[in-house]
Every structure is written in C-alpha cells, then in structure tokens.
C-alpha cells in the first residue's frame, strides 16, 4: 500500500528565504505526483503536475522535483511571500493512472513579514 | 477549463439524518470521479472511486452501506451520508478525472450535531 510522508511538517521562515518541501512515497510505481496547496478552510489549489516519466516542473517560483527511483520529489519556493502561507500537499496516483490520490500529511508554512 | 462544484459548500444537520452532497463536472465530461474526507488537521483519504453507470468502489474502512455514490451521468456524482453522526463530521471533496489529471470541488463541509 502506497505511503506519502512529508517533512517537515511545519515550517516558519522570514519572507525572501528560498525554500524546499519534501516528499517522500514508498512504492516507486506511479503514474503522477502532484503538489496542492490548501488554505484554512478551503479546498485544493492544484500547483504543479509531474508525469512519471517527467523529472521537474516549473511554474513561476515554484519548482517541483522527481526522482522516481528514490522515491523522491521535492518543492522549491523561491523569494517566498507571506501570501504562500499555507498548507502544501502531495500526493502520488498509482495503478497506471486510474487510482485515486494518496496524499501527504502536509507541511504547514508560514511566511513570516 | 475543468472546474468542479460541489453543493452545497457546508451542511448541519442532525444525528440520524441524511444529507446528499453533489459533485459536478462543468465544462467538460467524467467516466470516474473520487471522493475523499478530511478531518480536522488530517490529510485528505480516499473513500471511494466513482464509475459512470457502475457500483462505486470503496476504500477498505469505508462502508458502502453509510456512503451511498451513485454517477449517474458523466458530469454528476452524488455521496449520501446515510443516519449521519457526529463523527460522520468532515470535509467532503469531490475530484473529477480528465485525461489521467484529477480536478477538484471546493468542498463540503459537513457538521452533524
């Protein structure tokens, strides 16, 4: 049974730091890894999409890595905002992309002015 | 393009009660759609997969008896909390499947007192 586990699980930075989230899942065979955002609340604001057969996806500051083998993908914020204070998900889909999401726990972050 | 609604966005109702929840596909067309619960500072879990004119899978823990789905068409999935209980109390969100990529509701938050 596929696992996600993400560290840290909460993180509290000063605004302009670059940062990285991590994931981690326990069965390399996936079909996607996809990371979200939530906000208190709300529902999922979906930021990047990676294929398996993909190693990285960019879009604005955001930068999402992944080492499939390893199981492995990471999230890198640049020049971060207090507007990205939030909760980042990620989640894996499996079973040759008919499954549904397993999800991380989620890192909370706050940016701090 | 490929927005979900959910209706309604919160419910309260009372234990023992029934509330239906609806999922909907916009703008575009869904054979299968997911169903996932959050509880309060959890991750989201999978309840169950949706299939068009097909019995809805379900997630071991899940039972099928309390969460009836049915997909009736290829842009409207339902969930029924059927005698639902305080500790049925969750955040419900929907997600719709378009070329292997899941969409997502905005939520339902349910609270049954």
Redesign the interface.
Known sequence: KQEVTQIPAALSVPEGENLVLNCSFTDSAIYNLQWFRQDPGKGLTSLLLIQSSQREQTSGRLNASLDKSSGRSTLYIAASQPGDSATYLCAVRSGGGADGLTFGKGTHLIIQP | GAVVSQHPSWVICKSGTSVKIECRSLDFQAT?M?W?RQFPK?????MA?SNEGSKATYEQGVEKDKFLINHASLTLSTLTVTSAHPEDSSFY?C?ADAS????????T?LTVT
């Open positions: 299968t997911f996932y959890q991750s989201l879990m999978l997969t969100i997600s292997y990529e899941q969409y997502f509701g905005p939520g938050r």
